[in-house]
């Protein structure tokens, strides 16, 4: 899922308008990420398209056949799999290390390709593992990767958060058709208990838009820090941009509730509005301010600047709760396939011991 945001356009931007010899930091050394780290170096995957489509297409459909070089794939990432695997008993993942910025926009994306490709790794040796009869071994390897996309949500970056959504998205149907298909009883019972807790534990999308607007926030006061050296008018427009975001942010927060969709057109037209004030202005200048390339920042762009940013960032939101939603969903009806799995297991046991106690009557009868 492809996403435009503030954040983007301000990339550059920050480059200039950050010294990062101001930024204090802490390392830390208990926190998943570490393992992570250690995981990539030891990482072998294999970036051809036509190894990617073989991978993609056992995730999809199941192992069928001998395929020696995926299964050389597979042991030759054993090694870097195992650290995940530790990495995900702790609470804690923090690809920054315990680093104090000036600035939340500041903030270090987490390596997202590779920790994709560790969940991917994951998805595959559970289809590998499915075939060798190891179901046990191979839902743990599902949950594995739906773990990691638990801990990839911690960071505050609306994109960690996609990447981990889509984690769930590639992991789902891998795990409803293992549940359908070779679940046993334990692993129907070990699958409810497990996606009781992953939905109980699941990030919303309240606070998606609370870190959105905390990064909205910092960007503003990232850029009036840079380019507004008077103090009297810093304020007044940091204090401007919290009212618009105040009222903004929070409209989306509520439609992005379930049942509440219908406030998004609400939303729409309060955004279509701010296009209004921005017609005519020339948004490229408005980009080269923001990147520090133009120095005018007075009291009218000031809010001119707001405005864009907001327009930007806001319909991106929409999108994202979308797509949030989508995944709660599958979740959900994965519990309840799980669920359903786990009667059918107790129903026909609760058979078998009223036909056995009904033969044990019989013969009871006959030796009467």
Not at 216 to 239: G, Y
Not at 267 to 274: F, G, K, P, Q, T
Not at 337 to 365: H, I
């Amino acid at each position: 899922m492809k996403r435009t945001s503030v954040r983007m356009i301000l990339s550059i931007a920050l480059l200039a308008l950050i010294n990062l010899s101001n930024v204090a930091y802490a390392v830390e050394v208990d926190n998943a990420a570490v393992y992570y780290s250690k995981a990539f170096d030891l990482q072998k995957y294999n970036e051809s398209a036509e190894m990617k489509e073989r991978i993609q297409k056992v995730i999809r459909k199941g192992w069928s056949g001998q395929d020696p070089e995926l299964e050389q794939f597979i042991l030759d990432n054993e090694a870097a799999l195992k650290e995940v695997v530790e990495g995900l008993k702790l609470g804690k993942c923090d690809f920054d290390y315990g680093r104090r910025y000036s600035y939340i926009v500041e903030k270090k994306t987490p390596p997202l390709t590779k920790i994709m490709r560790l969940s991917t790794l994951f998805l595959l040796r559970g289809r590998y593992l499915e075939s060798q009869d190891r179901s046990s071994a191979a839902v743990n390897d599902y949950f594995y990767a739906l773990q990691i996309a638990r801990q990839l949500a911690l960071d505050m970056a609306t994109i960690s958060k996609l990447s981990a959504l889509q984690i769930e998205e590639r992991a789902t149907p891998v795990i409803r058709d293992f549940i359908n298909k070779r679940a046993n009883k334990k692993d129907a019972e070990n699958a409810v208990n497990f996606l009781k807790g992953y939905l109980k534990d699941h990030f919303s999308m309240r606070q998606v838009v609370k870190d959105e607007k905390a990064m909205f926030l910092s960007t503003i006061k990232t850029i009036t820090d840079k380019l507004a050296p008077d103090l009297a008018f810093k304020k007044e427009f940091v204090k401007e941009a919290g009212v618009l975001a105040d009222k903004y942010y929070n409209l989306i927060a509520d439609a992005t509730d379930p049942g509440n969709q219908d406030l998004f057109a609400a939303v729409e037209r309060e955004i279509s509005s701010l296009r209004q004030e921005l017609k005519g202005i020339d948004r490229q200048y408005l980009e080269r301010i923001i990147k520090n390339e133009e120095k005018d920042l007075n009291k009218v762009t000031g809010t001119q600047v707001v405005k864009y940013l907001l327009v930007i960032g806001l319909p991106e939101l929409k999108k994202t709760s979308a797509y949030y939603h989508g995944r709660i969903f599958d979740l959900r009806a994965l519990q309840e396939a799980a669920e359903k799995k786990k009667e059918t297991f107790s129903a026909v046991q609760a058979d078998t011991t009223t036909n056995t106690n009904d033969v044990k009557g019989m013969v009871k009868t006959t030796k009467k």
